[in-house]
């Protein structure tokens, strides 16, 4: 059973940083691709950014290009995701996803996405 368990949520002031993380655990999972989300109260869950199961490439949502880092330790199976010069629109749940179907590349839309994590609470703050 694939799990998948965030960390690093918080509050911060606009222009300011924080790391989420990501642990999945489970058969597999070094061969998924892994993703973040994040949705915002009421409006729909967004992509914003995902990585190969090798680590080598990464994707971006173009809100947060620039400004987001993620990474991946493939020996841990963990995720990062450093985001820099927030914005109160960066407030939201962000939830890590693991996709189990894509070989190549990444996806960008949430179906594609099998297993998820509960998600953290980022809260940028003027």
């Known amino acids: 059973q694939v799990q998948l368990v965030e960390s690093g949520g918080g509050l911060v002031q606009a222009g300011g940083s924080l790391t989420l993380s990501c642990v999945a655990s489970?058969?597999?999972?070094?061969?998924?691709?892994l993703g973040w989300f994040r949705q915002a109260p009421g409006k729909e869950r967004e992509f914003v950014a995902a990585i190969t199961q090798t680590g080598l490439y990464s994707h971006y949502a173009d809100s947060v290009k620039g400004r987001f880092i993620l990474s991946r330790d493939t020996s841990r199976n963990t995720v990062n995701l450093q985001m820099n010069s927030l914005k109160l629109e960066d407030t939201a749940v962000y939830y890590c996803?693991?996709?189990?179907?894509?070989?190549?590349?990444?996806?960008?839309?949430?179906?594609?996405?099998?297993?998820w994590g509960q998600g953290t609470q980022v809260t940028v703050s003027s």
């Open positions: 996803a693991a996709d189990r179907v894509t070989v190549a590349g990444v996806e960008i839309t949430p179906n594609k996405y099998a297993y």
């Open positions: 489970g058969p597999n999972v070094r061969n998924y691709p």
